[in-house]
């Protein structure tokens, strides 16, 4: 063989080695970066893993109609903070429109606890910070009220952190820190409410009515009260996940358990499996040698696939694996094609190295036009697709796009060491 030949098996090696050492669940200490290597996993989708599938309409009525694409994206921001507060390791949060409707489409999976999940989205704490009017005539249920005291335009939506602290005598409270307005109007609230009380609210309640002892130009502020480390946690961290900039509506959830998630990764598992053990059997039956070589390169394209799945990373759902199992079948299809223009050339009696650089590149054209068509069509159903469509585009494209490497590279490697004896032949 060549040099030129020996630099492409070479590669080839490599890029198999570096797939099976990602696609390994867990490696021996002494193979070079095998903690970055562990650390890579095959994320599952909520039909798989099991969780909690919530879609919530959202009211633009209020929204310029410019401005309601970014409203609904914003709200689907708070959402994503919300949950991130909540622990969910791969949470998937998209929009959709429907006709004029908007609508935000959240996926937990590993979540169980629908109640808890849908509170932590839903609840918009309401802090507010106003100032006395006439205190004086006033009973102490009525300083109580929030009607009493006087709205300074100081609120949660000036706020840049919260965040649990603990004051001297190691009791939990609330740090705030507000954004450059928030700054500015806390420093003249302060400024002008010296030796008087200035109220927090949350939720219309009183929280807390400390006395301004010196006018606060740093744009921080302490909530305090009788709080649990765990309530001035969750309330810190509900604060700095913000308000949503319009209202949402819980119109559809479902659970799917974890027993489910499971019974349908196995079955997803065995059909894929089936389904690659049937193209191997149909390739050797029809194309004996050849089918050999392409069955090899298939199990090679099924090792790369993996490894670039956990190394996007890609969430894989049903129709994800579905879009899998389409690519392996678009990948032997470009053999179908290549052994096919090879059988006809040898046919006509040319030899087998003539034979094989014919046959692949009389099969490139269809196999570039075929494989250019579908990538097209992955791209829209991901780009304008949601959900599971998403998923389903994306594993498909990437499966194509590996299909073209694997035919076009590895089982042509495969074949010229598989012919090279023959061609050895004809050379004497």
């Avoid at 009260?225 to 819980?250: M, Q, W, Y």
């Avoid at 030899?351 to 009389?362: D, E, I, P, T, Y």
Wanted: net charge negative.
């Amino acid at each position: 063989m060549s040099n030129k030949q020996w630099t492409k098996i070479i590669i080839v090696l490599v890029i198999v080695i570096f797939a099976i050492l990602v696609d390994i669940p867990r490696l021996p200490s002494w193979v070079p970066g095998y903690k970055w290597f562990s650390d890579l996993k095959v994320h599952l989708g909520l039909d798989l893993q099991g969780g909690i599938h919530l879609i919530y309409e959202t009211d633009t009525t209020n929204i310029p109609e410019e401005d309601k694409e970014y409203a609904v994206e914003g709200a689907r921001d708070v959402i994503e903070k919300r949950v991130n507060v909540f622990g969910v390791g791969e949470p998937q949060i998209q929009t959709a429109k429907t006709g004029s409707e908007w609508r935000i489409i959240v996926e937990l999976p590993g979540i169980s606890d629908v109640g808890e999940a849908l509170e932590i989205i839903g609840q918009t704490p309401t802090l507010e910070f106003r100032e006395p009017g006439d205190l004086s005539s006033l009973t102490e249920e009525q300083i109580s009220s929030i009607s009493s005291w006087v709205y300074t335009g100081l609120s949660g939506q000036q706020l840049k952190m919260a965040r649990l602290s603990f004051d001297q005598q190691n009791r939990p409270q609330v740090s705030l820190e507000f954004n450059e307005e928030g700054t500015k109007l806390f420093k003249e609230i302060t400024e002008r409410n010296i030796g008087k009380p200035v109220a927090i609210f949350l939720d219309g309640a009183p929280l807390s009515i400390p006395t301004v002892q010196e006018a606060i130009p740093s744009g921080q502020a302490v909530i305090t009260g009788d709080f649990s480390i765990t309530e001035a946690k969750e309330l810190a961290e509900r604060l700095a996940a913000g308000a949503l900039p319009v209202p949402i509506k819980l119109i559809s959830q479902q659970h799917i358990g974890p027993t489910l998630g499971k019974i349908s990764l196995e079955q997803s598992f065995f059909a894929g499996l089936l389904g690659l053990i049937l193209v191997m059997v149909f390739m050797i039956y029809f194309y004996k040698g050849k089918g050999v070589c392409a069955s090899l390169a298939l199990i090679i394209y099924c090792l790369i696939n993996l490894a670039i799945f956990k190394l996007i990373p890609v969430t894989l759902t049903l129709a994800g694996i579905a879009g899998f199992i389409l690519s392996i079948g678009m990948a032997v299809d470009a053999n179908v094609l290549i052994f096919e223009q090879i059988k006809d050339e040898e046919e006509q009696g040319k030899n087998s190295l003539v034979a094989l650089n014919s046959g692949f590149r009389h099969a490139w054209t269809a196999i570039r036009d075929s494989n250019i068509t579908t990538l097209i069509v992955c791209f829209i159903l991901y780009e304008f697709g949601t959900g599971l469509i998403r998923g389903f585009g994306l594993t498909l494209g990437i499966g194509v796009a590996v299909s073209m490497f694997s035919a076009l590279t590895i089982t042509r490697i495969i074949l010229e060491i598989f012919y090279q004896p023959k061609i050895k032949t004809v050379k004497v």
